[in-house]
Nanobody, 122 residues
Framework: VQLQASGGGLVQAGGSLRLSCAAS????????MAWFRQAPGKEREFVAV????????YYADSVKGRFTISRDNAKNTVYLQMDSLKPEDTAVYYC????????????????WGQGTLVTVSS
């Protein structure tokens, strides 16, 4: 089971990035997929989650209205569209998957991607 995250990079404040996370080795059509992030010196924090049907989306207050999570079950891929980026969004972003309902705690996820770095300059 592997999750491959991509799409990170360097962007100016106010810009946009789209992260992708492709799952292979097992389908997660009926499980939640989520994004977390970890900034230097800080704990990993929840960003967004989406249920298996594409519903059940939840966002951290800090990204609500700026980030959009979506998924394509035919491709076993989840996306995170990030708009109006701020310097405080700078972090390594991780995708995660489970075979169960949506959750916001890292401990609720069994599979993790390797992370992709997002750097937002002021």
């Amino acid at each position: 089971v592997q999750l491959q995250a991509s799409g990170g990079g360097l962007v100016q404040a106010g810009g946009s990035l789209r992260l992708s996370c492709a799952a292979s080795g097992r389908t997660f059509t009926r499980g939640a997929m989520a994004w977390f992030r970890q900034a230097p010196g800080k704990e990993r924090e929840f960003v967004a989650v989406i249920g298996w049907s594409g519903g059940g989306t939840y966002y951290a207050d800090s990204v609500k209205g700026r980030f959009t999570i979506s998924r394509d079950n035919a491709k076993n891929t989840v996306y995170l569209q990030m708009d109006s980026l701020k310097p405080e969004d700078t972090a390594v972003y991780y995708c995660a998957a489970n075979g169960r309902a949506v959750a916001v705690r890292p401990g609720s996820y069994d599979y993790w991607g390797q992370g992709t770095l997002v750097t937002v300059s002021s």
